[in-house]
């Protein structure tokens, strides 16, 4: 087994879960929840593919991706924010819908090829020891967008204006709007933005990390798993990035185990075909389940907690305005 | 006040507002001016159409009819962001700052500067330059939720000056104030309208507006009962009788005090609060029988944890006894069964289920009991009965018993609170805010109901932000100071210059010091 | 232009059904204009739907068997959401509800042989009890440790689908194939088709007592809801949890519970599934009954009696569904549905006005204070 190339594969696996985690920070920070990611992440796989497919050129599948996920955003932004239907009934709507949508466009997908995204090394950087070849040598350049994300996210959120307010909107819409802040507008922008990336992880899948269309187990519940991060990262995306690079990594050690014969001396009971080995594909889950309890924990214990006006629409004249 | 008020120019002139919401006419035909300079009070009962009208002035409603004049020109807002940049700013009842973000994020936040990047220490230094220049002392660093009220009041207010507000509205700026607290807000807005700035200052409280104000205007139902009457010939009677329509309500009756036995004891209480910083620290006092004990304090001194913690909402250090047993930490359930009937501080969403009809709502601290409760079933024709016996009883006004809580207005969904925990014959009754938002005639109906229970050998522990109905109803007054119990004593010796300051934190020794008695702010 | 809401402050009774029926109306020509476009015929679709569950008296047999686990996992959803707590995992606790039950007659806890009258209710008891504790665990981490139950019984589903496999793949395996042995017959649970000798016409039909639960429990799940105690304190804790506290309800107590029993009424739909349809336990024995339960108790308003019907409504569509090409397009239906009703409950709620420009217009009137029908209206109350 290959320490460095399950590394390598964990790094591409966790920028998918980076994207779609980084986008529901965005939007949860907005003050919006959005259960959909598996589905916007299926729409965004499936676009992404079919759209290469048809023009040859995986840069505009990447596009439509993106605008597809943006578009379940932008629904899932009119029903919760303007007609303040409940935020967790119209994400499960969106997963149940981009789950049977994305099967129905897929149909005839399966055991198709088309060009992947372009993979490279960065020179110098690819010689950095350890690190060097699990992270940037013969990566997808989407892996590369992630590193540059999240420094990005956690700069745009903390230091800069529209950060600011996009806090405040999250927090406390009442205040925001009453500074003449747009509160529908930015958390508007804010959910779309969210499915936009959560679209990009979709084409990541499909385009760049295990190129293919697999009907719903293309993306495999990694939309839940990401919306469990952020959980985990306490809406930080440095955190989030943590927590996606690690969960990336455990799983294709997981599925490397699968592979050895003997474990210690001992006749390995995970091999493939041995009932034990569905205990191994429980892991990834029960992992999820685990770090979903240690942030709840974290957060009740330093008191920071979700966005205080995370699930609540905003009325405007409600709470003493 | 060298200038002769008249002689000051318009700032503000609003001609025949009118603002109808579903059901109810706030503002019909309201005219108000303010000039450059002054400080003019708005005076009115709750629901008289003050914050209306003022929100309209400040951008965040849009009136159906009439206009407004800035400096003689007619404005349009259509947010309250075109309100500030024609230099009208508004600090509302519930203010309005992000907690987790700090006091300079605050004053930043919706405007144009910084472009991008938040550059914090430059800013940092820019407000706290300008707290320095209007009194307004505030650690610019802090973040709101480590606050006292008062100070983010003056953050509210930093937020309006550090975007050139020239026009203050304060909406009921000391409801959140002890009365000393007041006097250093008098002096911050003094020192605005001697920089020609202007202030409108909403009020219920006569005593107040006449020390403060130069002009006041009275509303009553929406409409204006006086326009800019100087307050230097005007006084306390004249303006209770344009502001209710009749004289003003007198201190209710009270039967002779006849203290029974103690009811509620607690010894050496402590209680964190939300957020885990102490909020009440060994705090020990007695209700007896027949009894109505006064918490008087600020807002955010830890009178709400001991509402909480005496009815079982909240954990404590300490002993708490309800005639003579022990309920510190049990469950709300067993205080309940203890005889403690509880009017809580928020009436929407803790005293009532908001979606739930008026039925569900009376049988809250009933159901578990015949001939609600049969067995383990509810029964529906006896909670009928029972919601509809109360509604008459109480006169609660509602089309039927179906009704949701959220359509019954503030004093019929208070009626209706009480009623019910009336009706479960309660030892003790912890009442908070038990007025707050209520008109005159729903105020007096829920003091009678208090010094009913009383007269009938009841114990009350009525906590309240209004000194004057502690004063006219309590029998003895404590005053809390950051979660201390700071003074005890009976109403009789209770004068207000002595629990103003106790409530701000200074002793009792202070007091020969300071002369307060004759502070403006807290005459009755 | 500007759209804004106002809530209602009467509801006339025929606007709620009129909304609901309204928007699978719309979810279906949505769903038929999806299934035009990728070159499907959205109304022989429709019509073969139709045909194909409701058009015998045989297929409509099919489609009871297909709703009986929808009736009682929608019912667990129901419940749960009742106090707006998120059982995602009735598709879990199904699971574990069936392979309880097996696990009386598999490993075997009870010896072969055992009649039916005592060997049903175990293997009920056992699913309940499977599926119960399934459901307990997500609610106990939420009332205790403040876990969110959403991505906890969304991870259990998993968990628990790979449990089954473990056990059919593995121990219960028979002869290496993806299920077990089938039940003893006394395991059955009794079909119409069982009775065709007393009345002919009941032959080939495979309705069984899962049905029956099913009923029974709406039954019972009604009486709870609406007219028992605990179901008051449901009501007021879905409602407002802090004024629940302050009536003296240990919310968490009752969140568990709930949680418990929600599991526990999953369970009993695997149960009844293993016993009544499938006779065994085997891989891939949910089509999605407890994803479609979420949406089934959407449509029924959490109304027991209401799940019923919905059930039946999807049971057909997961039947019918099955021939409908491309696959995607019963999943998608029911998306589609969810959002039109959820718009829809919206227009129950709110009156929409559209105004021309002007910010603002809303006035206080908020779900919170409402407006006023006392004699005192009073716009400018905190709210």
Request: net charge neutral.
């Amino acid at each position: 087994m290959d320490l460095g190339l399950i590394a390598a594969a964990g790094v591409a696996t966790g920028t998918v879960l980076l994207f779609a985690a980084i986008g529901e920070i965005f939007a949860e920070r907005a003050g919006v929840m959005n259960l959909g990611v598996e589905g916007m992440m299926l729409m965004g796989a499936v676009a992404g593919f079919s759209v290469t497919g048809a023009t040859g050129n995986p840069w505009i599948g990447v596009m439509a991706a993106m605008l597809v996920g943006g578009l379940f955003g932008l629904l899932h932004g009119i029903v919760t924010i303007h007609l303040r239907a409940d935020q967790v009934v119209s994400g499960l709507a969106l997963t149940f819908l981009g789950t049977g949508l994305a099967r129905v466009l897929g149909e005839g997908l399966t055991n198709t090829n088309v060009e992947r995204l372009p993979a490279f090394t960065i020179p110098v950087l690819a010689n950095l020891p350890i690190v060097g070849p699990i992270a940037f040598q013969n990566q997808s350049i989407l892996v590369y967008v992630g590193f540059l994300l999240v420094p990005l996210t956690w700069f745009w959120i903390a230091r800069t204006r529209p950060g600011l307010h996009l806090r405040a909107v999250g927090e406390s819409p009442a205040a925001a709007d009453v500074q003449g802040i747009g509160v529908y507008r930015l958390r508007l922008v804010y959910v779309v933005f969210g499915g936009i990336l959560a679209g990009l992880a979709g084409a990541t899948i499909t385009l760049a990390v295990a190129p293919g269309w697999f009907g719903d187990q293309t993306v495999n519940s990694k939309g839940w798993i990401a919306i469990g991060l952020v959980i985990f990262a306490r809406w930080s995306p440095i955190w989030a990035a943590f927590g996606a690079y690690l969960f990336a990594a455990i799983s294709p050690f997981i599925l490397a185990l699968q592979g050895v014969p003997t474990i210690l001396g001992v006749e390995n009971p995970f091999l493939p075909g041995r009932s034990a080995t569905f205990f191994l594909e429980m892991l990834p889950y029960l992992f999820v389940v685990g770090v979903v309890i240690l942030g709840s924990r974290s957060a009740a214990r330093r008191r920071i907690g979700a966005p205080a006006a995370l699930g609540l629409p905003y009325v405007r004249g409600e709470r003493g305005l | 006040m060298t200038e002769e008020p008249a002689a000051r120019p318009l700032a503000v002139e609003a001609r025949g507002i009118v603002k109808t919401f579903p059901g109810v006419r706030a503002n019909d035909q309201v005219d108000f001016d303010l000039r450059r300079g002054e400080v003019h009070a708005l005076l009115g009962e709750n629901g008289a159409g003050k914050s209306t009208l003022m929100n309209v002035l400040a951008g965040l409603y849009r009136q159906d009819a009439g206009e407004i004049l800035v400096d003689g020109a007619p404005v349009a807002f259509g947010s309250p962001r075109d309100a500030i940049a024609a230099g009208i700013g508004m600090v509302h009842q519930h203010f309005t700052l992000v907690p987790s973000q700090t006091v300079t994020e605050n004053v930043l936040l919706g405007l144009d500067r910084p472009r991008f990047f938040l550059r914090e220490r430059q800013f940092e230094g820019e407000v706290a330059a300008l707290a320095t220049r209007f009194g307004l002392h505030v650690d610019p660093r802090a973040k709101i939720w480590q606050l006292s009220v008062g100070e983010q009041q003056r953050v509210e207010i930093l937020k309006l000056l550090y975007r050139g507000a020239r026009i203050l509205i304060m909406d009921e700026p000391t409801a959140v104030l002890a009365p000393q607290e007041a006097d250093e807000l008098f002096v911050t807005l003094r020192s605005m309208t001697a920089e020609g700035r202007s202030v409108v200052f909403i009020s219920h409280k006569l005593g107040e507006v006449l020390a403060i104000a130069d002009r006041v205007t009275v509303m009553r139902r929406g409409r204006v009962t006086a326009a800019g009457l100087p307050t230097a010939g005007a006084t306390k009677a004249d303006l209770a009788r344009l502001m209710v329509g009749r004289s003003v309500i007198d201190a209710p009756d009270r039967t002779p005090f006849a203290p029974g036995a103690v009811v509620l004891a607690v010894h050496g209480v402590s209680a964190l609060n939300d957020r885990g910083l102490p909020a009440m620290r060994d705090v020990s006092l007695d209700v007896r029988s027949g009894e109505i004990v006064g918490i008087a304090a600020v807002a955010g001194n830890g009178q709400s944890e001991l509402a909480e913690v005496v009815t079982g909402l909240r954990p404590c250090q300490g002993e708490i006894l309800v005639d003579g047993d022990s309920v510190a930490n049990r469950p709300a359930s067993v205080v309940l069964r203890h005889g403690v009937a509880h009017v809580p501080e928020d009436r929407t969403t803790v005293g009532t289920a908001p979606n739930l009809s008026l039925t569900d709502n009376l049988i809250m601290k009933r159901y578990r009991d015949a001939p609600v409760a049969h067995g383990l079933l509810v029964d529906e024709a006896a909670a009928r009965a029972f919601a509809g016996g109360l509604r008459d009883t109480y006169r609660i006004a509602s089309p039927n018993v179906d009704t949701p809580a959220r359509m019954l207005s503030g004093g019929n969904l208070q009626r209706a609170i009480l009623a019910r925990e009336i009706e479960t014959n309660p030892g003790l009754l912890i009442a908070v805010q038990p007025t707050r938002g209520l008109d005159v005639g729903a105020i007096e109906s829920v003091h009678r109901l208090l010094l009913d229970l009383r007269a009938g050998g009841g114990a009350i522990l009525l906590i309240s932000e209004e000194l004057d109905e502690i004063l006219a109803l309590a029998d003895r007054v404590d005053v809390m100071y950051e979660g201390r119990v700071v003074g005890s004593m009976p109403v009789e010796e209770a004068e207000i210059g002595r629990i103003g300051l106790l409530m701000t934190g200074g002793s009792e020794a202070d007091r020969d010091a300071t002369p307060v008695g004759a502070a403006p702010g807290v005459a009755r | 232009m500007r759209i804004h809401l106002e809530p209602r402050t009467t509801t006339p009774r025929w606007l709620s059904p009129l909304a609901t029926l309204g928007a699978v109306a719309v979810a279906l020509v949505i769903s038929g204009a999806v299934i035009g476009l990728v070159g499907g015929d959205p109304v022989r679709s429709y019509l073969h739907i139709v045909e194909a569950s409701f058009g015998s008296i045989g297929v409509l047999s099919d489609t009871l068997v297909k709703a009986t686990p929808l009736i009682l996992t929608g019912l667990a959803c129901a419940l749960a959401f009742r106090m707006r707590l998120w059982n995602i995992g009735a598709e879990g606790q199904f699971l574990l509800g069936a392979w309880g039950a097996s696990a009386v007659v598999l490993f075997p806890l009870v010896p072969s042989g055992t009649p039916a009258i005592i060997l049903i209710p175990l293997m009920m008891l056992a699913g309940m009890l499977a599926g119960g504790l399934w459901g307990l665990i997500p609610g106990a981490l939420r009332a205790l440790l403040g876990v969110n139950e959403i991505i906890v019984t969304l991870m259990f589903n998993y968990v628990a689908l790979f449990w089954v496999q473990f056990w059919v793949f593995g121990p219960w395996s028979e002869g290496g194939f993806q299920q077990t042995h089938p039940f003893p017959p006394q395991a059955w649970l009794p079909r119409l088709t069982d009775f065709s000798s007393v009345v002919p016409g009941f032959a080939g039909l495979t309705v069984h007592a899962g049905l029956l639960f099913g009923l029974v429990a709406a039954g019972l799940l009604w009486l709870f809801l609406e007219r028992s105690r605990f179901g008051y304190e449901i009501r007021l804790i879905g409602d407002s949890p802090r004024a629940a506290e302050y009536a003296g309800i240990n919310i968490k107590r009752r969140l568990i519970i709930v949680f418990a029993i929600s599991g526990a009424l999953a369970g009993l739909a695997g149960m009844s599934e293993v016993n009544g349809a499938v006779h065994r336990l085997q891989d891939h024995i949910s089509p999605g009954y407890g994803f479609t339960a979420v949406i089934v108790a959407y449509l029924a308003k959490f109304r027991p009696g209401r799940v019923i019907v919905a059930a039946i409504l999807f049971g057909a569509l997961i039947l019918a569904g099955r021939e409908i090409q491309p696959s995607g397009v019963p999943v998608m239906i029911q998306g589609i549905i969810l959002f039109t009703l959820i718009v829809g409950d919206v227009l129950v709620r709110y009156r929409i006005r559209i105004t021309r420009g002007g910010p603002a217009p809303a006035g206080p009137l908020t779900p919170a204070t409402g407006s006023s029908i006392g004699p005192a209206p009073r716009p400018e109350a905190r709210g």
